[in-house]
């Protein structure tokens, strides 16, 4: 089983900076981590990933602004925001697989932890 915490979520102002930690309890390894974010009546959607291998995957919209990175010893994943921006609003969630490959049934979520982006 993998148990996800995150923190770091908050208020931040336009163009300001906000990092979220996850912390992972996991009785399996985990391949790949990574972070979501759904705002309201918007679908959920991938902010970015990082596998074992250190690569990382973004989405487009984050691109240049945002930074995920992983701490193996610790079993964590990181996510530095940069020049946020109020369309950043969202509920961001901490996310783990512990297959190689996408598997429904080996795939973890945090609760999530909220991040607004407001003057």
């Known amino acids: 089983q993998v148990q996800l915490v995150e923190s770091g979520g908050g208020l931040v102002q336009p163009g300001g900076s906000l990092t979220l930690s996850c912390a992972a309890s996991?009785?399996?390894?985990?391949?790949?981590m990574g972070w979501y974010r759904q705002a309201p009546g918007k679908q959920r959607e991938l902010v970015a990933t990082i596998a074992r291998s250190s690569t990382a995957n973004y989405a487009d919209s984050v691109k240049g602004r945002f930074t995920i990175s992983r701490d193996y010893a610790k079993n964590m994943v990181f996510l530095q925001m940069n020049s946020l921006k109020p369309e950043d609003t969202a509920v961001y969630l901490c996310?783990?697989?512990?297959?190689?490959?996408?598997?429904?049934?080996?795939?973890?979520w945090g609760q999530g932890t909220q991040v607004t982006v407001s003057s």
């Open positions: 996310n783990a697989q512990t297959a190689p490959y996408s598997d429904s049934s080996r795939t973890y």
């Open positions: 996991a009785s399996r390894f985990i391949f790949t």
